[in-house]
C-alpha cells in the first residue's frame, strides 16, 4: 500500500469495514491474520466479525462464502477505505477522547408520552 506523505509520529488508522476482504493466511495476499469470532448470514453472503490478536475485533466484514468460527483467515485492506489520522497527544484531545458526545435533542424537539387512558 502506498500514499501520500506521512508524517512521523503517532497516529491513528480508521479502516472501514468494507475496505476489509478475506484472502488466505499463508500466500502472501494478506496484510493481517487473525480468527473468525463471529459468523452471521446477511441475504447475499455473511457478515464476520474476525479477532486479531493485539488489535481487537473488526467487525462487519462481508464474505460471500461462510467461514467458521475459530477459522484462521487472512483479510486485505484496499487503501481506498483507509483513512489515517494524526494521533495528537495533548491534555485537550485526550480529554475529548474520554468524554462522551451529548446527544439529547433540544426541548422543542422532545415528545411527551402517555399511557392510554391518563
Do not use: K, Q, W
Not at 468494507?18 to 488466505?24: D, E, N
Not at 487473525?34 to 462481508?62: C, K, M, Q, S
Not at 464474505?63 to 494524526?86: N, Q
Amino acid at each position: 500500500m502506498s500514499g501520500g506523505d506521512v508524517p512521523a509520529g503517532d497516529a491513528v488508522l480508521l479502516i472501514r469495514p468494507t475496505a476489509l476482504a478475506l484472502c488466505g493466511t499463508n500466500n502472501g495476499d494478506n496484510h493481517l491474520a487473525g480468527t473468525v469470532a463471529d459468523v452471521a448470514f446477511r441475504g447475499r453472503g455473511h457478515e464476520l466479525a474476525v479477532y486479531i490478536p493485539g488489535h481487537g475485533r473488526f467487525t462487519g466484514i462481508f464474505a460471500p462464502v461462510r467461514s467458521e468460527r475459530g477459522e484462521p483467515v487472512g483479510l486485505r485492506l484496499d487503501p481506498a477505505g483507509c483513512y489515517l489520522f494524526p494521533a495528537a497527544d495533548t491534555p485537550r484531545s485526550r480529554e475529548r477522547s474520554t468524554r462522551l458526545p451529548t446527544l439529547a435533542r433540544p426541548a422543542s424537539h422532545r415528545r411527551r408520552y402517555r399511557a392510554p387512558g391518563c
